[in-house]
T-cell receptor
Framework: NAGVTQTPKFRILKIGQSMTLQCTQDMNHNYMYWYRQDPGMGLKLIYYSVGAGITDKGEVPNGYNVSRSTTEDFPLRLELAAPSQTSVYFC????????????FGDGTRLSIL | RKEVEQDPGPFNVPEGATVAFNCTYSNSASQSFFWYRQDCRKEPKLLMSVYSSGNEDGRFTAQLNRASQYISLLIRDSKLSDSATYLCVVNVGNSGGYQKVTFGTGTKLQVIP
């Protein structure tokens, strides 16, 4: 079972470059989430989606964009990379309903130099 | 007051010891609760859900105290492999199915030989 798959696993960007972090899930989950985690810190929610075509901002959305054209995919776009966006990015998904836990991908480690 | 608060630790305990973590939450409308485990530089993984009546999974016991708004995790007979950061997660849902998920910043456990 693939679960939540994130690509790439590692990436180094130069300041000002753009990139898209890919996330796909094969569990038919309605909800999908993007988090970032800085070293030694907790998870911070960037964006989330409750279904195809519906996205909303989380705690730290600035500098990022998302789209959700299908149930399976939830890409995260960085338009103008900045050193402050160096972090580990986790995608997660869950079923509809407040008693449903989130399932995480294994993360993308992004460095911006 | 933070929505979800955990003692960051670290908790350094010898092998075989019993250790307990608490997590307090501020929203009395919170509906569901989970404990996750996160190893260094890895994704969070669901350890167990927390049910109103309390629940046990092997050496792990989770309890919920709604009156005092906290959940707890008890680990008996600690193993070296239990060394990790333990994240408390609180979901607030509504009748429309939307869920607001809040992660604690985690409690670090180090089990010492």
């Amino acid at each position: 079972n693939a679960g939540v798959t994130q690509t790439p696993k590692f990436r180094i960007l130069k300041i000002g470059q753009s990139m898209t972090l890919q996330c796909t899930q094969d569990m038919n989950h309605n909800y999908m989430y993007w988090y970032r985690q800085d070293p030694g810190m907790g998870l911070k929610l960037i964006y989330y989606s409750v279904g195809a075509g519906i996205t909303d901002k989380g705690e730290v959305p600035n500098g990022y964009n998302v789209s959700r054209s299908t149930t399976e995919d939830f890409p995260l776009r960085l338009e103008l990379a900045a050193p402050s966006q160096t972090s580990v990015y986790f995608c997660a998904s869950s079923y509809w309903g407040s008693n449903q836990p989130q399932h995480f991908g294994d993360g993308t480690r992004l460095s911006i130099l | 007051r933070k929505e979800v608060e955990q003692d960051p630790g670290p908790f350094n305990v010898p092998e075989g010891a019993t250790v307990a973590f608490n997590c307090t939450y501020s929203n009395s409308a919170s509906q569901s609760f989970f404990w996750y485990r996160q190893d260094c530089r890895k994704e969070p993984k669901l350890l167990m859900s927390v049910y109103s009546s309390g629940n046990e999974d092997g050496r792990f016991t989770a309890q919920l105290n709604r009156a005092s708004q906290y959940i707890s995790l008890l680990i008996r007979d600690s193993k070296l492999s239990d060394s990790a950061t333990y994240l408390c997660v609180v979901n607030v849902g509504n009748s429309g199915g939307y869920q607001k998920v809040t992660f604690g910043t985690g409690t670090k456990l180090q089990v010492i030989p």
